[in-house]
């Protein structure tokens, strides 16, 4: 029985296709006209045309019932125009006229992909999936349908099959646009940055101009008015504040990829190829928010208490007469019209955001307001606890890390000294690790201009702190006055790695007193250097045990010497607390708290312009809390006075050992 019954649906089958084929021999050549009307209509783009062009095809599907050819032009008419049920309905009676045709099939697959845009039912998108599926079975050459099956995939939670699809996309249609779009999604998810770039690249050479300005665009990550400012700009000067929005934006300067770019652009390309329709893309609000921050943790459909109608206008006119007295316009027949709404959630940026599809028609915006233009806008302390950054104004987000790699937690400090030929940054870094580890270390300097002026690698070595479990390492870097910002990432070679961002302004050097930053160091103190190196240990964490000294090291520049060559000149260090003071008010005002009562003034003398300064603290006695300390150095002989303080710590327990690193501030 089994075999007579596969034997009789092969025979059904293959009748079918022959019908199919008659159909089309005995298309009569009224058919043909309307199918030319048709498509001549459909070209003009208007609505007017395109209705006109519907009903010639309608004609033509009447007069070759079973002409596959003629029912998919109109059910891809109907798709195309937003006819999702009738598109449906057609391309399941062709997939039941002539099952082995693929593009039916992929109909179906695009239609469900559409309803499940609109309603994120679970089901919708394992029919979409299924259905694409069937295509791709009967003709693997469909590159349209692997690359809807990448997204969908994805968006399933199945990144080993979206990968698979990615592959299939390339090798069936290697030379067109959208499965390099595809694949640099996938190599982007799975860590391998430089093939996503290459990828990207490839497309974005073959992708129609308008689309490919998408990714070139970064009006969504901007301020309005600059973004509108940028887009008016002449060419160079467009890509010119393009390249520094993407160097200031980029998570870690010492890598070969902008992470924060390719991060972009693997949102704009999951975003067209998600609500892309026929390949064009439907660029609403739910795209704009995808690329800015991202796709949400989730999204809620029609959520209670979300309006699900509207009427045209929200305040009631009205009308009287004697006969009825007053009354309102459509009272009658007040008139509703539906109002789809999805609630996008984004819990680590601390925003749920509204949109609403005003028409029914998968465009959705925003909320309008009369009294001013609604944005969703991030909560910076939100997003700064879950490790996230930041644009300028807040209109984008990117992750710290790209995916795939695991977060090191890193320590640093970077501090303002000066050297022989003026300024000099010094930057200390700290990692976990023991004698065996092998960590490598980067360093890159940007000046204010968004260009690299210095760069470093050094393999991390034993702290002195703490060798047995930190590995530590310092840069130097001597630069004219300005303003920069640095990065310090460390790599463990075995997929951990951790940035540090910092920024820095170098003031020219006035020809007056002047000291460096504060650096606060772990002990013992290194206070007979050898060979004129001063080695420091900074304390990375600012912190102190409870009974440890604060120990801080700073220097001194353009003492003036008296007759002799001596130089003298006095410090006064003192710390005071940052936590707010508990005692009732009226002790507050008329006595001294008890965590501000050290002060000391020390009078010191030696020989030369420059000195170099180790500070011990006997911090012993402050109670556990957050404190300050200020340096003031007072020259006798010119009368200049310099200024510096640094905040720190003070721990229950022993503090661990801080992360320290070891530089050359002579």
């Not at 208490?305 to 009205?318: E, H, S």
């Not at 300390?629 to 303080?645: C, I, K, Q, W």
């Amino acid at each position: 029985m089994r075999i007579t019954f596969i034997v009789l649906a092969a025979i059904a089958t293959v009748l079918a296709a022959s019908s199919a084929r008659a159909g089309h021999k005995d298309r009569t050549p009224e058919a043909e006209r309307l199918l030319d009307e048709g498509a001549d209509r459909w070209s003009q783009g208007t609505f007017e045309e395109r209705r006109k062009a519907l009903d010639a095809l309608e004609q033509a599907a009447k007069l070759t019932p079973r002409d596959v050819h003629v029912q998919l032009r109109l059910a891809h008419a109907y798709l195309d125009a937003g006819y999702s049920h009738d598109a449906k309905e057609l391309f399941e009676h062709i997939t039941a006229l002539a099952p082995e045709d693929a593009d039916a099939w992929q109909g179906l697959g695009r239609v469900w992909k559409r309803d499940w845009l609109a309603t994120l039912a679970t089901a919708s998108l394992e029919k979409s999936i299924h259905y694409l599926d069937e295509a791709v079975r009967r003709d693997p050459a469909r590159a349209e349908a692997w690359t809807m099956l990448v997204v969908l995939r994805l968006e399933r939670g199945d990144p080993n099959l979206a990968a698979a699809a990615a592959a299939q996309a390339l090798a069936v249609a290697p030379d067109s646009a959208a499965p390099p779009l595809a694949g640099g999604v996938i190599a982007y998810q799975a860590g391998r940055l430089t093939q996503a770039d290459s990828l990207y690249t490839l497309a974005l050479a073959r992708l129609r101009p308008r689309l490919a300005a998408r990714f070139r665009d970064i009006s969504p990550l901007v301020a309005r008015d600059d973004g509108e400012a940028i887009l008016d700009s002449p060419p160079p000067v467009r890509a010119e504040a393009t390249r520094r929005f993407w160097s200031s934006s980029d998570p870690d300067p010492t890598t070969a990829v902008n992470e924060a770019k390719l991060e972009y652009w693997t949102r704009v390309a999951r975003a067209v190829l998600l609500f892309s329709d026929s390949w064009s893309p439907r660029w609403d609000a739910r795209a704009d928010l995808y690329v800015r921050y991202g796709p949400p943790e989730h999204i809620a459909y029609q959520p209670p208490g979300v309006a699900i109608a509207q009427r045209p206008n929200k305040t009631d006119n009205l009308y009287g007469d004697e006969l009825n007295g007053v009354r309102s316009v459509g009272e009658a027949l007040p008139m509703w019209y539906p109002l789809h709404a999805q609630v996008w959630e984004y819990p680590r940026l601390g925003m749920n955001v509204l949109l609403q599809d005003l028409s029914a028609s998968q465009t959705y915006e925003l909320p309008r307001s009369p009294y001013g233009e609604i944005d969703a806008v991030p909560d910076p302390a939100i997003a700064a606890r879950n490790g996230l950054l930041l644009t300028a104004n807040g209109r984008g987000t990117f992750a710290p890390l790209p995916p795939g790699v695991r977060p090191l937690a890193v320590h640093g400090s970077v501090s303002v000294f000066e050297g022989e030929a003026g300024p000099r940054l010094l930057a200390h870094v700290a990692a976990a690790g023991s004698p065996a580890s092998t960590l490598i270390a980067d360093c890159v300097v940007i000046d204010s201009s968004e260009h690299e002026v210095q760069r470093a690698s050094r393999t991390l070595g034993a702290s002195r702190c703490d060798p047995a479990i930190t590995r530590a390492g310092d840069f130097a870097f001597d630069l004219p006055p300005g303003s920069y910002r640095l990065a310090l990432a460390v790599s463990d070679g075995h997929g951990g790695h951790g940035v540090l961002r910092a920024r820095r302004d170098l003031s020219p050097s006035a020809g007056v007193l002047s000291m460096s930053d504060v650096v606060l160091v772990c002990g013992p103190l290194e206070t007979v250097p050898a060979a004129g190196v001063v080695r420091l240990d900074p304390n990375l964490d600012r912190r102190i045990g409870r009974d440890e000294p604060l120990l801080g090291y700073f220097e001194v520049y353009r003492l003036r010497p008296d007759a002799g060559g001596a130089t003298r000149f006095e410090y006064e260090y003192r710390v005071r607390s940052l936590d707010p003071d508990p005692r009732p008010w009226f002790k507050r005002v008329f006595g001294r708290s008890p965590s501000d009562a050290i002060s000391v003034k020390t009078p010191e003398q030696g020989v030369g312009a420059i000195r170099r300064q180790y500070l011990s603290v006997p911090a012993q006695s402050l109670p556990p809390g957050h404190y300050r300390l200020e340096v003031t150095v007072r020259d006798n002989a010119s009368g200049g006075r310099a200024h510096r303080e640094v905040d720190f710590e003070k721990v229950p327990e022993a503090a661990p050992s801080p992360a320290p690193a070891s530089v050359d501030a002579g």
